[in-house]
């Protein structure tokens, strides 16, 4: 099939893009490089440089024909998303809609969009389900909420078929240490040259940290199962900070210590998710522990001389 991966250079989009190239798919990559990387890119992959707000874009979906589009490029940052919401809401909402706008022209089967635990803000219960009330305690989760709301109208209007991925804390190789999620490739960057590793609040707080190849696994599902539906994408554990960090000192067989600060407004206290409905409807399940995905990770960083 004939792919787009928008967010192709970045952490989840490259390694998603490596996955379907080796399963034969022919790719196509749309990114603009601010937070993703050249050296990420899968050479096999075409590669078009060019912003997600741009109008041009209907052009090489004219051009490409694509069949099924992976929308993964996004401005991750909670914090920036704070600081400039129109930034925000410039590239997630109106990039998203710039990106439904050349699918609707150009008869794209499907979308599979990458969104994330923080529509849902601080949760009335654990684990979060699909159906869990939707909060966002920062613009990015709401410009995240409002992409979810245009991609099912545009299925409403124009028969788009789609699925939505809502991830909760991924991890794994090429991550970036200032994305969501991003406490893991913190750690190991701290890790990796023996520096102390500040920790915000007491280190009680809980996520649900779920590998990158799991995540790649759920949108390979998407193009077979899971239309017109939601799902979390999560591994239905949790996992408190302190706890995180010891098993990551244990693999990194390092002597680190914590600097405790002040926790902040917008980060939300516990959060793990229900995935039963991803189990039963998406024909998926993570293959990947803590501990092993992390031993992957650290390994090829590791490998690296990172
Ligand atoms: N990493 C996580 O834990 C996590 C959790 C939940 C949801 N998500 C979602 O997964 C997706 C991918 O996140 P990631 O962690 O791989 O982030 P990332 O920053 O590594 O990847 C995003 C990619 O999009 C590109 N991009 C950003 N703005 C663009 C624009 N205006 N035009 C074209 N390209 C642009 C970046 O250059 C980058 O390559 C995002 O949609 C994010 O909201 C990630």
């Not at 089967?109 to 803000?121: E, H, L, N």
């Amino acid at each position: 099939m004939k792919i787009l991966v928008t967010g192709g250079a970045g952490f989840i989009g490259s390694n998603l893009a490596d996955k379907l190239i080796s399963s034969c798919h022919d790719v196509v990559v749309i990114d603009n490089l601010s937070t993703g990387k050249v050296e990420n890119l899968n050479s096999k992959a075409k590669f078009y440089k060019i912003d997600i707000c741009n109008k041009d874009i209907v052009e090489i979906f004219e051009k490409e024909k694509f069949d099924i589009v992976y929308h993964v490029a996004a401005q991750i940052d909670i914090q920036k998303s704070i600081q400039d919401p129109i930034n925000d809401a410039m590239i997630n909402v109106m990039g998203t809609i710039n990106i439904l706008e050349a699918c609707r022209k150009n008869n794209v089967k499907k979308i599979i969009y990458s969104s994330t635990a923080a529509v849902y803000g601080n949760p009335n219960y654990l684990g979060i389900d699909e159906d869990h009330y939707k909060q966002p305690i920062s613009f990015y989760g709401s410009s995240k909420l409002s992409s979810e709301y245009y991609i099912s109208t545009y299925s409403k209007l124009y028969n788009l078929d789609y699925t939505i991925l809502r991830y909760s804390n991924v991890y794994g190789i090429r991550q970036d240490k200032n994305g969501e999620g991003g406490v893991i490739s913190i750690f190991l960057d701290k890790m990796m040259d023996s520096e102390d590793v500040t920790i915000f609040g007491d280190g009680s707080a809980t996520r649900d940290y779920i590998y990158v190849e799991d995540v790649v696994d759920a949108n390979i599902s998407s193009i077979e199962y899971g239309s017109g539906e939601i799902f979390n994408i999560g591994t239905g554990k949790y996992t408190s900070v302190l706890k995180l960090f010891n098993i990551m000192a244990d693999i990194c067989n390092k002597d680190i210590g914590m600097i405790f600060e002040n926790e902040r407004l917008e980060d939300i206290k516990d959060s793990y998710f229900e995935i039963d409905k991803s189990l039963n409807i998406l024909n998926w399940k993570p293959k990947f522990c803590l501990e092993n995905g992390l031993k992957k990770t650290i390994d090829y960083y590791e490998s690296k001389g990172i």
